[in-house]
């Protein structure tokens, strides 16, 4: 079996910073675990328009399409704010998952014991929380036709945005959902707004014609996606994996990451269909952007990158035990009271830097 491919993308800002830290923790497997990946690195956003023109170039999209997974840091800056929405670095971004068509967006709301004060909400509503909800990416109102702004033919304007759903899109979405389901507490909560939207019906009968006939073993519940936000705020804990829509989804998984305290601690993963190695497509990021406002002052935290190497690790090379690992290092650090900036709060005392938050977790992982 040949290496793992994996592409980097470390982008703009304290992209290049947070993700140096994760090739230490890919140097590390390679040293220590006898793990090793085919890496290679390129450009995404605001420094491949200057290198190229583009946010992204067509050689850049086919290595993204040949590789196992992608690693992505963040992209964007405020010295491309005037360039054309079409070159924007954030287009970068939309084309590789576009056209890798990843229609599962899965973001893990996971509460590390260290950190619970950050919330918030109180200590025993987040403490010990992990939680994933897997978002539809790739259709829904974002992208339903007809869309725009038009006259209503009374001296007025009319806005339009249209919901749509195909029996395939929400079955393949379900079925990402109930496998992630079963590697976790197999429990899944979907949420939509049946009682109200024919989508939503449409939803709820297709994820359950999934669940009859393909995840019976699964716990499946419905719930409506505005008390499924209630819910989320008043005790997290009952959910394990929450499938929802493109729309809600964003919502959702946004209130929820509030959850759990920094946005410098939150990664993501946004998958497609199997390729024919049976890894699906895959493209692993932290779900915060470049941050002008530190980028090159070492302050950055690399956590949220970090882990999101971990799920890669689990969800497309099946090392669910080396991504333990790498998880159980963070939370090693984050126990010891080593923080970066952005986890002190108005406490402010002695800060790491990104760099000594890198080698903090790979000394963690040497121990464990
Ligand atoms: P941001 O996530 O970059 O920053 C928001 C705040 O959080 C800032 O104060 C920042 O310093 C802090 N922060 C973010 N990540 C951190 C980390 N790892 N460690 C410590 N502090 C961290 O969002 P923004 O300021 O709204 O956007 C900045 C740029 O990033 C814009 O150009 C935006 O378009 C882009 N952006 C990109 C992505 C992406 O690449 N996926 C996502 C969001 C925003």
């Not at 010295?79 to 079409?86: C, E, M, N, Q």
């Not at 990402?176 to 979907?190: E, I, M, P, V, Y």
Request: charged share 25%.
């Amino acid at each position: 079996m040949p290496n793992p491919s994996l592409l980097i993308l470390p982008g703009d800002g304290i992209g290049p910073e947070v993700m140096a830290e994760v090739r230490k923790v890919i140097d590390w497997f390679d040293s220590n675990k006898n793990v090793s990946f085919e890496v290679t690195e390129d450009l995404v956003g605001g420094c491949a328009y200057d290198a190229h023109g583009a946010p992204i170039s067509d050689e850049t999209m086919e290595l993204a399409q040949s590789v196992d997974a992608v690693l992505l840091g963040a992209v964007g800056g405020p010295k491309y704010d005037v360039l054309d929405f079409s070159l924007k670095p954030e287009r970068g971004l939309l084309r590789l998952r576009k056209e890798m068509d990843l229609f599962a967006n899965l973001r893990p709301a996971q509460c590390f014991d260290a950190l619970a004060d950050f919330s918030s909400l109180k200590r025993d509503v987040v403490a010990g929380l992990d939680i994933m909800i897997v978002r539809e990416l790739t259709s829904g109102i974002y992208f339903g036709e007809p869309r725009g702004i038009t006259d209503d033919n009374e001296g007025g304007r009319v806005g339009v945005n249209t919901q749509r759903y195909t029996t395939a899109e929400i079955r393949r979405v379900a079925r990402a959902a109930f496998d992630l389901a079963r590697k976790r507490g197999n429990k899944l909560c979907s949420m939509e707004k049946a009682n109200v939207m024919e989508s939503g019906v449409l939803w709820r009968e297709e994820v359950t014609w999934v669940h009859e006939n393909e995840y019976s073993d699964v716990e499946l519940t419905h719930m409506y996606a505005d008390a499924g936000a209630m819910q989320l705020v008043r005790w997290p804990k009952q959910f394990d994996v929450i499938v929802t829509d493109n729309l809600f989804g964003d919502l959702l998984s946004d209130a929820a990451a509030m959850l759990t305290g920094s946005l410098g601690m939150l990664p993501s993963a946004s998958l497609g269909a199997p390729m024919d190695n049976g890894r699906p497509k895959a493209l692993y990021e932290p779900v915060h952007g470049s941050a002008p406002d530190i980028a090159g002052q070492d302050r950055a935290n690399p956590i949220a990158c970090i882990l999101s190497f971990a799920m890669a690790l689990r969800y497309s090379f099946d090392m669910g035990q080396h991504a333990d690992l790498v998880e159980g290092a963070v939370e090693a650090v984050l126990a010891q009271g080593i923080r970066t900036a952005d986890l002190l709060g108005d406490e402010g005392s002695d800060p790491v830097s990104t760099a000594e938050m890198g080698d903090a977790v790979i000394a963690a992982m040497g121990e464990a």
